[in-house]
């Protein structure tokens, strides 16, 4: 099987290079992304076609420029086809932060491929979610290379409006990819994973959700941010952020995130404050012990 020889390949890599632990992930990765994207390219190719007319007939609202240097790193909606790139950044730069690396996927230097494909099944899930919107970056002149993703949600009453807005026809395509998805994960199932973990972030939300009630109900909210390791520092993660606080702001709401450890500075150079909780916060709380999940808002709120 495909994953099989990715794992094979995994343990080759490693024998050739210093142990088990120091598995290029990237090499890996690169090669899972190619396999996925020969195997698949036609099929990719068509599912791109049908979907994108339908994602972006709600997804109309213009790709404003939210940072002067958008002219050389440009912003787009995802298409389909960026979602193989996407999870090819977004696993490489999570592979070893707290949450996702050792807690969610402690067996992730043995299947590094299936870290890969949850975030693979997760963006494609989120892709017909009429409240989430996934970017990504890429420098002007190599339009397919997908350098940062972004995911912002709209909490709140903006986001049940969207919700309304959402067509039957793109509603009911995100149903079946739903199912498309179930499919795919029985398949090929997540062996990198502690199945004991793997929904540990939605189960701790309840401990958390009070955060974002009265005057912060209505939120731009940053679902997940990855800039791909090779282009980091380079301003990609500032501009996806900046599409979401610049939104935040024309609608006179405030944006919010949950950052990861060592992150926070980061989030207060593009405009957050806080922390004003944390995501471990609260009796038996299931990421009680994992360590960073400061919650931070911006000033938005306060005048909205
Ligand atoms: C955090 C992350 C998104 C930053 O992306 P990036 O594209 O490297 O960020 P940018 O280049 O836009 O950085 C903007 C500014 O923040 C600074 N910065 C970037 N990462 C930083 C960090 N961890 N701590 C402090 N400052 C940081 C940059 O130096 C830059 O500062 P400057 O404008 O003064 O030069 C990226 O490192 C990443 O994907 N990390 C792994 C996954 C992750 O933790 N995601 C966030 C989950 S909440």
Same mark, same amino acid.
């Given at each position: 099987m495909l994953y099989d020889k990715i794992s094979a390949r995994a343990i080759d890599t ?14 890996i990765?690169?090669y899972h992304?190619r396999c996925e994207?020969s195997k ?41 086809? &960026? ?6 950044? %977004?696993?490489? %730069?999570?592979? &070893? ?13 043995t299947y590094p491929g299936d ?34 993703? !972004? ?15 959402? !067509? ?20 090929y199932?997540?062996?990198?994973? &502690?199945?004991?973990?793997? &929904? ?103 005048? !909205?």
């Amino acid at each position: 099987m495909l994953y099989d020889k990715i794992s094979a390949r995994a343990i080759d890599t490693d024998a050739n290079s210093s142990g088990l632990q120091s598995v290029d992930v990237r090499h890996i990765s690169q090669y899972h992304l190619r396999c996925e994207e020969s195997k698949g390219v036609w099929i990719n190719a068509a599912i791109n076609k049908i979907v994108h007319y339908q994602y972006s007939f709600y997804k109309q609202t213009p790709i404003r420029r939210p940072h002067k240097n958008c002219s050389k790193m440009p912003l787009r909606y995802a298409t389909w086809t &960026d979602l193989l790139p996407a999870s090819h950044a %977004a696993s490489a %730069a999570f592979f &070893d932060e707290a949450l996702f690396g050792p807690i969610i996927h402690p067996h992730r230097r043995t299947y590094p491929g299936d870290v890969y494909l949850f975030f693979l099944r997760y963006f494609r899930q989120t892709f017909f979610s009429a409240t989430d919107t996934i970017l990504v970056s890429y420098p002007s002149a190599s339009p397919s290379t997908v350098t940062a993703v !972004g995911i912002w949600t709209r909490k709140g009453a903006g986001g049940v409006k969207l919700e309304r807005q959402q !067509g039957w026809t793109v509603w009911l395509t995100g149903k079946l990819f739903q199912g498309v998805n179930k499919i795919h994960e029985l398949l090929y199932p997540n062996r990198a994973a &502690d199945p004991a973990k793997i &929904d540990i972030l939605e189960r701790s939300y309840a401990w958390i959700k009070h955060h974002w009630t009265g005057e912060r109900a209505n939120s731009w909210y940053l679902n997940l941010l990855a800039t791909d390791p090779n282009f980091e520092k380079m301003g990609y993660g500032r501009l996806l952020v900046s599409w979401g606080t610049q939104r935040a702001k024309e609608e006179g709401v405030c944006a919010s995130l949950i950052s990861a450890e060592g992150r926070e500075e980061f989030y207060r150079k593009c405009g957050f404050e806080g922390p004003v909780g944390w995501a471990s916060e609260g009796e038996d709380n299931p990421i009680a012990h994992v360590s960073g999940g400061a919650i931070m808002f911006t000033e938005a709120f306060k005048q !909205g």
